[in-house]
């Protein structure tokens, strides 16, 4: 198995199913949303080819085909009424204020990789506003700077970068199909953060629309709203058109590499080692832990830890690093690949050394597995005693993996004030636990099995992880954290979530949104409710 083949989830599996109906509505509301969105929207780019609704033959594949996760969309009991496939940004505008004036909950998708797919259902009547077609991307080399819509994937990004420059990249997520609208919200990570920080530390303006349909930049949002927006998860302020970014300075060749390494090779020291080392390297150097379960049949199991490397030069600067910071790895200079940093990207996403970079512009995840994702923050090493416990577990669980994304550099510099994003300085990694299944293991009859293997994982790890809150990463979004109800968002359960994803900046959080959406159009399952106005006396 490839170290990096779990990035994206991707497994081969062909389903057959239909969608439930939709959340009982009154059709004159639907029919008077329909008719208020022209009246709202460009009248040079009808809106009329956007609207589907469950008549058009469409309106299924459409729906299907950006939601990735099938444990959700098969469980879903409920669909849109309608779904606007913008393709002009008045059709968002349209949306907006058609959906708020008619009673209609809106939900905003982009690449459709919401790990609980509130991007895609909900119990309540509401519409997706699918942002995919709006995907430009203008970069502008002159200031290193480039515009990106919402609908643009990360794949998509990297390839026009590419295509202007060999020596400039951007710091994103490993997975290609991402939706950048709701990837950067989030924060937006990959395998430059250590250099960089996250895609919102390198965003720079930014075009929301706000829930009077109105679109805002930079300068007409306020900084308060600028501040939210990244890191914060726009989708409770409003939809984000298009993002302004400042691209970073890459050398013409990097160098990757891969070294696997069993229980029974000494995994474990190496594993207890790489947690003292891997968040102090330096800024050029990324290290990510991948352990996956291996069952060579019977009582035969064994994990394999992979310590997957990305560095910001050539494989000989690569190897003297090691062999000072961390000589007990034994890198040699077989185990290094060198490439172009659009090439380092393709690999990390899964694709053999040699496949073409078009493969950036595949837009959709075309093999959707079921799964399940939960996230830990540590900021002290897992004691040999604590690793060993999690191998025993992860062979018990088998179908389930782990990653370890080391934190340090420039990660270690930014308050956690400066943006909504307040996972910073103090941190020694961030770990993901995903398990995942198909039709063949059971499908969505399986679920309640495999939710529950995944928490148990999550509650052993418990002893070693952040605590007060135990902190979570909000692009690997998990209701099992706390959430309201789809039409409801009560502050003290908004607390209990909110602490975990966003730490000290709720308060805050919640005063913006006050201010940008005091009627709290903008809603789901874990969004930011209005800070309460405190009672008059």
């Given at each position: ?18 969608i ?12 008077a ?90 119990d ?7 942002m ?29 970068i590419?295509q ?14 991402l ?170 996403a ?9 493969v950036l ?24 005693q ?10 018990d ?19 956690e ?66 959430s ?54």
């Open positions: 198995m490839k170290a990096s083949s779990y990035t994206c989830f991707i497994v081969s599996i062909f389903v057959l199913f239909s439930s109906s939709a959340a009982s509505y009154d059709p004159v509301d639907f029919d949303f329909l008719q208020c969105l022209p009246q709202h929207s460009d009248h040079t780019v009808s809106i009329a080819g956007a609207i589907l609704t469950p008549n058009n033959a469409s309106f299924q594949s459409t729906y299907q085909l950006r939601a990735n996760n099938l444990r959700i969309l098969l469980s879903a009991t409920s669909r849109p009424v309608a779904i606007i496939t913008a393709l002009h940004p008045s059709h968002a505008q349209a949306a907006v204020i058609c959906a708020k004036r008619h009673g209609f909950q809106l939900r905003i998708r982009s690449g459709g990789h919401d790990y609980e797919g509130l991007s895609y259902i909900s309540v009547p509401f519409v997706i506003l699918d995919f077609n709006l995907k430009s991307i203008d970069i502008d080399m002159k200031t290193e700077t480039a515009w990106v819509q919402a609908g643009a994937t990360t794949g998509e990004l990297y390839y026009s590419a202007k420059s060999d020596v400039h990249g951007f710091p994103s997520g490993v997975c290609t199909t939706g950048i609208g709701g990837h950067f919200s989030g924060g937006g990570y990959g395998f430059l953060m250590r250099k960089y920080g996250l895609s919102i530390d390198n965003v720079i303006d930014a075009q929301l629309i706000d829930a009077n349909g109105r679109i805002l930049d930079r300068k007409s949002m306020g900084e308060d709203v600028f501040w939210a927006i990244r890191g914060g998860g726009t989708t409770s302020f409003g939809i984000i058109l298009s993002w302004r970014i400042k691209l970073v300075c890459v050398p013409p060749r990097v160098t990757i590499f891969t070294v696997q390494r069993t229980l029974e090779q000494g995994a474990t020291e190496l594993a207890y080692r790489w947690q003292q080392v891997a968040p102090k390297l330096p800024k050029d150097l990324f290290i990510r832990l991948q352990l996956v379960p291996i069952n060579n049949g019977g009582n035969n199991k064994t994990v394999t830890v992979s310590f997957i490397g990305h560095f910001l030069g050539q494989a000989d600067g690569l190897l003297r690093l090691m062999n000072v910071r961390f000589p007990e790895l034994g890198l040699t200079r077989n185990d290094c690949s060198e490439m172009s940093w659009v090439e380092s990207a393709l690999n990390w899964g694709f053999p050394n040699g496949t073409s970079i078009d512009l595949n837009r959709v995840q075309v093999d959707r597995v079921f799964y399940k994702t939960k996230s830990d923050y540590y900021k002290a090493v897992i004691p040999k604590g690793l060993e416990t999690l191998w025993q577990v992860l062979m669980i088998e179908d389930i993996f782990v990653q370890f994304n080391p934190y340090g550099g420039r990660m270690e510099e930014i308050s004030s400066e943006t909504a994003f307040a996972h910073r300085r103090g941190n020694l990694f961030k770990a993901q636990y995903g398990i995942q299944w198909s039709e063949s293991d059971g499908g969505i009859n399986a679920t309640g099995r495999y939710v529950e293997m995944s928490r148990r994982l999550y509650n052993v790890m418990a002893p070693y992880a952040s605590s007060n809150p135990r902190e979570a990463f909000f692009n690997y979004r998990d209701l099992d954290v706390g309201n109800e789809s039409g409801e968002t009560d502050f003290e359960v908004a607390k209990e979530y909110g602490a975990k994803y966003f730490r000290n900046n709720l308060m805050r959080l919640a005063s913006v949104k006050a201010k940008i959406d005091p009627e709290n159009f903008f809603k789901n399952e874990q969004s930011i409710p209005p800070l309460p106005t405190p009672p008059s006396h």
